[in-house]
């Protein structure tokens, strides 16, 4: 038979309850994070897409003219950086920058899952030195044509210049082009020879979005209990249950309308994210994104997108499963009946009493039957 439960059980659950609530809607999250966002695998599929690798030689090319034109050591003829930064990226291979995304988005992810040392986030920029060393003469002529036709007094410098620091920022007749282009090949071939093998990219990063140490500490106990919350909401579970084991029937219709109440808010939630999930990116991610590169924060922005839709599907599918089995709690609580006490245990069992002990046990009912009952006592008398 159910029992009724007290005002302390009552409270206890309750407390429980409004912990358990925000263990489960973030417990949700656990496996997507871990299995989508955390996973270099998910990556990997995504940066072969051409269309990512197709905005990653404009951002290589302004990370490394950021390097070479050094914004208090740049030559006047070189003034021109956003003509340079175009041409520059004409010559980056598209092969050996999806190879770069690959090794940045591997980087990132081990200094995220704690698998690198803080701030050596690397890339390898040998093999492009090469290539711009091999092409500097070709990436020199190009700057050049893309310059302004000198005038007066500048068409002169342009035909006396004896250095890159005398030449003017402007285009010279044809006879001082050739000279101009030699200036600036050996000028770009010694910067770059002076770049190391590899870039540290932590140091590109805006410090505002680079974590310090003791954040990255306090990141790392985050990240654990993170990892802790599915196992907590089954404790949590486990003891909103034994404190209403008295009553079976309340058990689970409370767990199950919590269950339920919790799963379709996040059911409810995900679906309207995912469709309007651009917006919802771009009012979270337009800011901090548009500290970086411009064409490193699209490329961003897309895996983002790419992301956000794989891991609202989890939750959606995650949510399903738990209002469902909400559902069936619920419903086994409200049609299950409650334990009646056996009616037969009320009754005497007269077949095991003797016969004398049976007949005094049967009240007589009628006067007759009251007469008889009094001559046969007085004849056994």
Not at 86 to 106: M, N, R
Not at 235 to 254: C, D, E, H, T, V
Request: charged letters at 20%.
């Amino acid at each position: 038979m159910n029992k009724k439960i007290g005002i302390g059980k009552w409270m206890l659950v309750f407390v429980l309850t409004l912990f358990v609530i925000p263990s489960i809607i973030l417990s949700m999250f656990v496996l997507p994070t871990e299995m989508i966002v955390l996973n270099r695998d998910t990556y990997m599929k995504v940066v072969e897409d051409d269309q990512y690798v197709d905005q990653m030689p404009p951002v290589i090319a302004e990370v490394v003219t950021d390097q070479v034109l050094l914004i208090n050591d740049v030559p006047s003829v070189l003034a021109n950086r956003q003509s340079f930064k175009e041409i520059f990226a004409q010559y980056i291979q598209k092969t050996w920058a999806q190879e770069v995304l690959f090794d940045l988005v591997g980087n990132t992810l081990d200094y995220f899952n704690f698998k690198t040392p803080y701030a050596t986030i690397e890339i390898g920029i040998e093999d492009l030195k090469d290539s711009i060393v091999s092409n500097s003469t070709d990436i020199a002529d190009d700057y050049v044509l893309s310059l302004e036709s000198c005038q007066n007094q500048d068409l002169l410098l342009a035909e006396t210049a004896t250095n890159i620091n005398e030449l003017p920022p402007c285009k010279p007749e044809i006879d001082g082009r050739a000279v101009m282009s030699r200036f600036l090949a050996v000028y770009l071939e010694d910067k770059v020879n002076r770049l190391p093998n590899t870039l540290n990219l932590v140091g590109l990063i805006p410090s505002g979005m680079i974590l310090g140490e003791r954040t990255f500490y306090w990141y790392s106990i985050a990240r654990w209990l993170f990892r802790m919350l599915p196992f907590s909401v089954l404790i949590l579970l486990i003891l909103i249950a034994l404190l209403l084991k008295p009553n079976k029937k309340i058990m689970r219709g409370w767990t199950g309308w919590v269950l339920m109440g919790v799963a379709g808010v996040v059911l409810l939630s995900s679906v309207v994210l995912l469709i309007g999930l651009d917006q919802f990116l771009g009012l979270i991610f337009n800011q901090p994104f548009s500290m970086l590169i411009a064409g490193f924060g699209n490329v961003l922005l897309s895996v983002a997108h790419h992301l956000g839709n794989r891991v609202l599907v989890w939750v959606i599918a995650q949510a399903s499963a738990i209002f469902l089995f909400g559902l069936i709690l619920m419903l086994a609580g409200k049609y299950s009946k409650d334990r009646q006490p056996d009616q037969n245990e009320d009754k005497f069992d007269t077949s095991e009493m003797p016969a004398q002990t049976v007949e005094k046990a049967i009240v007589p009912q009628t006067l007759e039957e009251i007469e008889e009952a009094e001559e046969d006592n007085s004849g056994l008398e």
